[in-house]
């Protein structure tokens, strides 16, 4: 910024480094939120006659239970549970057979890719 001489120059005291700060969390929120937004996506294809024999879940019940145990670690902002959900999104998971036998595997390439995505920026 130029300024005239006897003209002075007032400097708002923010630094690069806490725009930076406030930029990487506001981002982080909404690296949460988007996680969280393609977990509900699933879990709403979910259904109570759902077949999760191929599954580590006993019942579609647990299995939205699980999915909303994940649900409110990444609303608390813990993202440890990431890990897991990887391996539930990951080719013949539970979230892909689930989706070719009902009959919504395009929206789960969909949401795998934005999960797959979101997962290696938060590594």
Request: some cysteine; proline content about 2%; overall charge neutral.
């Amino acid at each position: 910024m130029k300024s005239s001489p006897g003209q002075q120059v007032i400097v708002l005291g923010t630094t690069n480094k806490n725009i930076a700060k406030g930029l990487k969390r506001s981002s982080s929120n909404n690296m949460l939120q988007d996680f969280i937004h393609i977990i509900k996506k699933v879990q709403e294809k979910i259904s109570d006659d759902s077949d999760v024999v191929w599954t580590r879940y006993s019942t579609p019940e647990e299995m939205r239970a699980g999915l909303d145990i994940y649900l409110q670690q990444l609303q608390a902002g813990n993202t440890s549970c990431l890990q897991d959900l990887n391996i539930l999104f990951a080719p013949t998971g539970a979230f892909q057979e689930h989706s070719i036998c009902y009959g919504w595997a395009d929206e789960y390439l969909r949401l795998a890719k934005e999960f797959d995505s979101l997962y290696k920026s938060n590594a």
